[in-house]
């Protein structure tokens, strides 16, 4: 068996990351709620609702609040997780879901017209909704090939 580097992130980092991914996945199912669920019958949607914007503004200071957060993790456990073979699959596709996400939210305020905005909400709902799922596969083997599995 070989030995793995120890790459594991800072208990504060960790914890950081897994409150605002939630808080994130949270606000963003709470927009699409408001949104979408809570509208008037016969009411384009996405529509105006009182809680929507609220839900909007967690999840937007919420992002801020990630992207400085998953940015710490590439000082060094990227550059240590890349000689790590088994991880580089699941460290790329969180890496790219990030970055796509970034992407497609500033993607809303600078630069959709309004035959782009379905397809980046939508597109944006599938990768934050497929994040967590891709955090999870990389902590879970992370700790499988720490403990030699």
Known sequence: MRHLPHN??????R???YALTTLLLGSGIAWLGAAYLLAAPGE??????????????????????ALVA???????????????VAQRRAGVGLALAVLLLMSSGLGFYYGANEAALPW???????????????????VR?????RQGA
């Open 44 to 65: 384009d949607t996405p529509a105006p609702h009182p809680w929507a914007g609220p839900a909007l503004a967690i999840h937007g200071i919420a992002a801020q609040a």
């Open 15 to 17: 914890r950081g990351i």
């Open 141 to 145: 083997r992370g700790r499988r090939l």
């Open 70 to 84: 998953y940015a710490l993790v590439g000082q060094a456990h990227l550059r240590a997780g890349w000689r790590t």
């Open 120 to 138: 980046l909400r939508w597109s944006h709902v599938a990768i934050g909704t497929a994040l967590p799922v891709l955090l999870g596969w990389h």
């Open 8 to 13: 594991r992130l800072p208990r504060w980092l």
